[in-house]
């Protein structure tokens, strides 16, 4: 039976009860129906029901919220429509509200199997995204801690280093100093070695030559010597100063005595 003949009854009962209202809202529930406006159609047959209330109305109401897949309501109507007095209701459209009520408990059965399905499924995507929250952040946790470790390395390190190049500076300053305190002493011992050495041309004694050429060698040894030692310690300081980029380096200075008087200076390393 289509919806528009109960309807047309529905009408008919109204006109028949003689309630204005009630017919008017039940052509517009009607036209509503028709235009595939269903749940629409279901709220204004409920108006109209209450205006008038006749069981058709509550068959009709079932079947419109039955086509707008509000099942549940489509259901609830659909059991208000069998429940009433049989002299109110219609055989036909009692079997076909039963057989209605059959298919929607199954459609509803089903669907509230769904949803549980789809919460357990909305449950378990949750926690598994907790799990891989927590990860992620235990990841970075022990990033961040990874990173802390490193930068006090780092730090230690570059401290060690600093003290390092401050140990060689300070290393290069002290035989800078002994280069330059050498290399005066050699200039004036060596200044002492010529004034003996003309002292030695001018004497007129045997005596006074001898004195004046074993002074002169002896300051001339001397000079030697210091001249050796800062020339070695300048080069040491040239060697052992820090540069940007630079291996360390190990400097020795040796001082070798000569036969005859003077001495050899070597200077080793490793670079």
């Known amino acids: 039976m289509r919806f528009g003949l109960l309807i047309a009854l529905s009408c008919a009962l109204a006109a028949h009860a003689a309630n ?18 269903y749940k629409e159609a279901a709220e204004t ?22 086509q707008a897949a509000e099942l549940e309501l489509s259901l609830e109507y659909y059991r208000k429509y069998t429940s009433q007095p049989s002299d ?16 929607l408990r199954t459609l509803v059965a089903r669907g509230e199997a769904d949803k549980k399905v789809n919460d357990a499924e909305k449950k378990r995507l949750e926690e598994d995204a907790k799990k891989a929250e927590a990860r992620a952040e235990a990841e970075a946790s022990e990033a961040r801690k990874q ?17 390092r ?25 060596g200044l002492i070695a010529n004034t003996n050495k003309e002292a030695f041309r001018k004497a007129e004694t045997l005596q006074d030559k001898k004195r004046l050429e074993a002074e002169t060698r002896g300051t001339a040894a001397v000079a030697d010597i210091t001249l050796l030692v800062g020339v070695a310690a300048a080069v040491a300081t040239v060697i052992i100063y820090p540069k940007d980029g630079e291996p360390d380096k190990a400097v020795n200075v040796v001082l070798v005595p000569m036969a005859g008087g003077g001495a050899m200076a070597g200077i080793g390393g490793t670079f």
């Not at 109110?88 to 298919?103: E, I």
């Not at 930068?151 to 060690?160: F, L, P, S, T, W």
């Open 20 to 37: 204005p209202k009630a017919t008017q809202l039940a052509k517009e529930a009607d036209r509503l129906y028709k235009d595939n406006k």
């Open 45 to 66: 047959l409920k108006q109209a029901y209450d205006a008038e209330p006749t069981a058709l109305y509550l068959y009709n109401i079932a079947r419109a919220y039955d």
């Open 88 to 103: 109110d209701t219609q055989p036909d459209l009692v079997k076909k509200a039963n057989l209605a009520m059959d298919r």
């Open 147 to 163: 990173r802390r470790e490193f930068e006090a390395k780092e730090k230690a390190r570059r401290e060690a280093e600093n003290q």
């Open 165 to 189: 190049i401050n140990g060689r500076k300070l290393i290069a300053y002290v035989t800078g100093g002994v280069g330059i305190a050498g290399l005066g002493s050699a200039l004036t011992f």
